[in-house]
């Protein structure tokens, strides 16, 4: 559950709450918790929501890579 860990630790380094985090992701905060905790996954859009709040990469998230940078993206809308 590393992955999850690394979740808790961006949203805290970005110094958001899980109230601020459902606010920028859509995500109910109550399954948000269940997700940092290990108790849910989330889905493929899910991630790539919580990725674009954190300003990170997916794979970062998915424990990939150790490099909290995103990489250079596309224009997104929402």
Do not use: H
């Not at 961006?10 to 920028?24: S, V, Y």
């Not at 970062?60 to 890579?65: C, E, I, K, N, Q």
Request: charged letters at 30%.
């Amino acid at each position: 559950m590393e992955e999850m860990s690394r979740l808790k630790a961006l949203r805290k380094e970005r110094k958001l709450t899980q109230i601020q985090m459902q606010l920028l992701t859509g995500i109910d905060q109550s399954d948000y918790s269940k997700i940092e905790t290990g108790k849910r996954y989330y889905s493929f859009e899910q991630c790539k929501q919580i990725a674009l709040a954190l300003n990170t990469s997916m794979d970062y998230l998915a424990g990939l890579t150790d490099e909290k940078r995103p990489y250079p993206r596309n224009e997104v809308t929402f």
